[in-house]
């Protein structure tokens, strides 16, 4: 015989299903054998089918009428279903509505700084064409014709005409902002090699030298092509005016890459907020018409 | 007519053929309902979103027992139902005793029952007190409970309402079982002689 009192839920649930009789032979004679051996078993079986048979007591009532359906009730039964699928479509795009407002909320300066970025490599693309397309118009030679060299020293062929000699603009261009003279000291004196064939040359050379423009001492823009001679003419660097400077911003055309992704923030938002009252306010209006 | 044919002509639509299945088992949607709620309009409205539930899903239905099937549904209304109210709990109706001044919240002592017999009187208390520990147990032993111990279904068929294996019905049937016998320890005085329980006795 067991010493303890104490049934396990095991126990319990044999003993409640033997008074079902729906055990097993195996488990019936298990609890047989637990009824004999256990003390606490037989009262507990006992109190089991006293509350059996207290249930049993409960009357089964009466229906209160008939639940037959119609065709009418089962297609208006229906329509909570829709209803509910409508308040449901509803809330989903609230919520979507809610998240792209916040999204445009919270987040309003990455759409201006796009802005702005594009507007600054806008300008800058468009300042570096200039720049290409300046570079590859013709460059204006600006030939600097020396007068007749006066007698004395210090008269040499160097930059500038000293004051008398004759500059020559072709393109009738402005006299450009840098100038780099042949020579580079006070005198004017030249290399010894350039001097001495200049010097011959000087004698041959007619006052007025306009058919034959010299490019000696040029500084050549990449350009430019070398000179094929060596007279005196001084390769201009083209006025600043007419080089590739950003004349205006204004001229700049504004870009246009953020108009389409703020039209279309603004139909996700039009198009959501009308679904949602759309959905919600059928929703309201199938529930209305059910009751 | 066989109910087999029944259950045909209502897949095809046919409404007349589907009430004959509701007139059949009707009593007994109605009656787990009833006991699951304890309230006989909430009972009246789940029993018949059942058996409309019922006809728009009756191609669903895949054979065996159709009371199984239309019972489990009726469960699931009113544990829907149940939900509903453990939500929206509704506002009983109560009054104070005038001896005590405790509150008395039972409806039922409301009833003038001076001109009913002693008998009538007592089964009803005795039904309420029952109905007040079934009240009190989880769902899922509630529906066990009744099924088995009320309407008298077996543990196969209930286990196929319950959508659960016999094992766990065998062990939510005892516990409800157990719970309710100490509830009814309270009303022992309700309780017939015979099925009076010993209150000294513990498991």
């Known amino acids: ?50 509350v059996k048979s ?30 509910g699928v409508l308040r449901f479509a509803s809330a989903v795009s609230a919520v979507l509505l809610a998240i ?19 507007s600054r490599s806008g300008a ?50 402005p006299i450009p902002d840098i100038l780099i003279a042949p020579s580079d000291d006070q005198t004017g004196e030249i290399p010894s090699v350039a001097q001495e064939e200049t010097t011959a040359e000087k004698e041959q050379l007619p006052q007025v030298v306009e058919e034959e423009p010299q490019a000696d001492g040029e500084i050549y823009s990449q ?8 007279s005196g003419t001084i390769l201009g660097i083209r006025p600043s005016e007419s080089q590739g400077t950003i004349e205006s911003f204004d001229e700049i055309s504004e870009p246009v890459a953020e108009v389409p992704e703020m039209i279309s923030t603004r139909l996700m938002e039009i198009v959501l907020a009308g679904l949602t009252i759309t959905t919600a306010l059928l929703a309201g209006f199938l529930c209305k018409r059910k009751k | ?31 787990l309902a009833y006991r699951m709620l304890n309230n006989k309009m909430a009972a009246q409205d789940a029993t018949q979103n059942t058996f409309i539930n019922a006809f728009q899903h009756l191609k669903s239905f895949r054979g065996g027992s159709f009371r199984a099937w239309v019972l489990r549904i009726a469960a699931n209304n009113s544990y829907d139902e149940l939900r509903r109210k453990k939500c929206k709990p509704s ?14 919240d039972d409806p039922i002592w409301l009833e003038d029952n001076r001109n009913l017999p002693e008998e009538y009187i ?26 088995v111990d009320i309407q008298g279904f077996g543990y196969q068929e209930a286990s196929r309402i319950a959508r659960s294996p016999i094992g766990t019905i065998r062990s939510r049937l005892a516990r409800a079982r157990q719970r309710i016998q100490e509830c009814l320890q309270g009303f022992q005085e309700l309780l017939p002689e015979k099925f009076r329980l010993n209150l000294g006795s513990k498991l």
């Open chain 1, 100 to 118: 792209v407002l916040a999204f445009d909320f919270i987040f309003p300066y990455r759409l201006a700084a796009s802005e702005k970025g594009l």
């Open chain 1, 223 to 230: 350009e430019s092509k070398s000179p094929e001679d060596e």
């Open chain 2, 122 to 147: 007592m089964k009803n208390e005795l039904e309420e007190a029952i109905q007040r520990c079934i009240d009190q147990l989880p769902k899922n032993y509630r529906a066990v409970v009744i099924l």
């Open chain 1, 54 to 83: 207290a249930l049993k007591l409960l009357p089964i009532h009466k229906v209160p009428g008939n639940f037959t359906i119609t065709a009418e009730e089962v297609s208006r039964s229906q329509i909570p279903a829709l209803a």
């Open chain 1, 1 to 50: 015989m067991k010493k303890h009192t104490q049934l396990s839920s095991r126990e319990l649930k044999l003993l409640s299903a033997y008074l079902d009789d729906e055990l097993s032979k195996k488990d019936q004679k298990r609890v047989e054998r637990l009824l004999s051996d256990h003390p606490a078993a037989s009262p507990l079986l006992k109190k089991l089918w006293q």
């Open chain 2, 1 to 31: 007519m066989d109910e087999a044919i029944f259950i045909r002509n209502a897949k095809n639509g046919d409404v007349d053929a589907f009430n004959h299945l509701v007139l059949t088992y009707q009593e007994q949607v109605f009656n």
């Open chain 1, 124 to 173: 800058e693309t468009t300042f570096e064409e200039k720049i290409v397309t300046s570079a590859e118009e013709e460059v204006p030679i600006i030939t600097w014709q020396p007068a007749a060299p006066p007698a004395g020293d210090g008269y040499g062929i160097g930059g500038g005409d000293s004051g008398t000699g004759n500059l020559d603009l072709q393109n009738e261009m």
């Open chain 2, 91 to 104: 506002q009983p109706l109560t009054v104070l005793d005038t001896e005590t001044g405790e509150e008395m």
